[in-house]
């Protein structure tokens, strides 16, 4: 079971170091965010590193301002990097590290961060990561005065990044994040026939370029349905949306940011 903590770049390293300790007494694995803004501690890495406190059961989500040298640190210790890149590019907080990761034989998994400030389906954030690496990929071409030939990284890369790297950031590789013997039945279906994916010819490459939540027919969680012909299977949903609206407005009627 995850659980997140502030981390060194939002905590004092007393606060971060007993999170830390404390997670890995009660064998959870903790997620921290890093490297999206003023750093409260600029040594995290190094006294994480220090006290033994990295490993694959920390999670460090943007890393945006870490060096090489700390990604490096950080991936040779086993801990997973989460990028969420629409935020991370809208707030400033510099280029995904995506880049950086695959030089390191290493790769990104990939969240949102904050659904109030950026579309929260997945379709759109592996797309975003995707072509955010693209990006850097062939500006790097364009200042080595190099023509831009091929495309990389590759759809399936990035739809790796999506599914198999979550899971296995959060430790449940076993479990879930792809579709094999032994592991939990979660899966989505996706309708090849609709008029923005039809035809389909190399199923990844849709699935990653142009598909988006309105394709999605089927969706089964631990076997269990959940939606099915384009709707959700829930009885209670037009309660939780009233729910949901009357919680909207008493949250915009409270803001005082203006």
Not at 175 to 201: C, E, M
Not at 204 to 218: K, R, W, Y
Request: with cysteine.
């Amino acid at each position: 079971m995850p659980t997140c903590i502030l981390g060194p770049d939002y905590a004092t390293w007393d606060v971060t170091r007993a999170d830390l300790e404390l997670a890995r007494e009660f064998d959870l694995s903790a997620s921290q965010h890093m490297g999206g803004g003023q750093r409260i501690d600029p040594d995290g890495v190094g006294l994480m590193d220090t006290h033994g406190l990295l490993g694959p059961k920390l999670n460090i989500v943007h890393a945006n301002t870490l060096s090489l040298d700390e990604l490096k640190c950080i991936v040779d210790r086993g801990a997973g990097i989460t990028i969420a890149p629409e935020v991370e590019v809208q707030m400033g907080f510099g280029t995904p590290v995506t880049n950086h990761l695959l030089e390191l034989a290493s790769a990104p998994s990939l969240g949102v961060d904050i659904e109030s400030d950026v579309g929260g389906d997945m379709f759109s954030v592996l797309r975003f990561a995707l072509q955010t690496a693209r990006g850097y990929e062939n500006q790097c071409r364009i200042d080595a005065g190099r023509k831009v030939e091929t495309i990389s990284p590759a759809a399936i890369d990035a739809l790796e990044w999506a599914t198999l790297r979550g899971a296995t950031h959060l430790g449940l590789e076993k479990k879930i994040g792809s579709l094999s013997q032994g592991k939990q039945a979660d899966i989505v279906l996706i309708r090849k026939t609709d008029l923005n994916l039809f035809p389909v010819h190399d199923p990844v490459q849709s699935l990653v370029i142009q598909a988006n939540p309105a394709n999605v027919d089927t969706v089964l969680i631990a076997g269990s349905l959940v939606k099915r012909h384009g709707r959700l299977v829930y009885p209670l949903l037009e309660r939780k949306m009233a729910e949901l609206e009357v919680s909207g407005r008493r949250l915009v009627a409270n803001d005082s940011s203006g």
